[in-house]
């Protein structure tokens, strides 16, 4: 009797045991999902606006820009290696902002003529500030990401 009510106690314990780890895995294992959830839903960074920018591009870009961002000569510019997209991103941001009316982009020697719509009531500043961050370091470019915060003060300094 005294053996079966040791081994009783130590099958007591180690079932206490197994559960406790059961207990501890699946908790593990809640955090684990939990974690990997908010990390992709909340990507941050240079390569997460560069992805987020990638599709602004191809909803509303691409058409004028084209998919290799060499634009269409004489009525659309260029996105590569210009002082327009490496340069002063407040500058860059306007024009995205504005819109331009024809003719006030010259690179290389060649003026462009084709309107570009303001993008203010279309596009969100994060999707500004991901579109610019996209084109800043696609096509061979590569310059520093665009912020939300800049492309405030553009929109700002535009209404004021």
């Known amino acids: 009797m005294k053996l079966y009510w040791r081994r009783t106690l130590v099958q007591q314990y180690l079932f206490q045991q197994i559960l406790n780890m ?14 990997s959830s908010f990390t992709i839903n909340k ?3 240079i390569k997460a606006s560069i992805e987020r920018g ?4 191809k909803a509303t870009c691409i058409a004028c820009h084209q998919a ?16 327009w997209v490496l340069g002063d991103k407040k500058a860059l941001a306007k024009i995205v902002l ?5 003719g006030e982009i010259e690179i290389d020697g060649d ?8 993008m203010a009531d ?14 800043r370091n696609s096509f061979g470019n590569k310059a520093s990401a665009v912020s939300i915060a800049e492309v405030k003060a553009a ?6």
Do not use: S
């Open 68 to 83: 290799d961002g060499l634009g269409v000569q004489r009525l659309n510019p260029p996105l590569v290696k210009t002082k």
């Open 111 to 118: 003026d462009f003529h084709n309107p570009m719509p303001p």
């Open 155 to 160: 929109r700002k300094a535009k209404k004021g």
């Open 22 to 35: 059961k207990k501890i895995f699946g908790i593990a294992v809640v955090v684990l999902v939990a974690a």
């Open 122 to 135: 279309q596009l969100t500043d994060q999707q500004i500030a991901d579109v610019l961050t996209y084109v």
């Open 54 to 57: 990638q599709k602004v591009y």
């Open 98 to 102: 504005e819109g331009l009316k024809g």
């Open 43 to 45: 990507q941050t960074g």
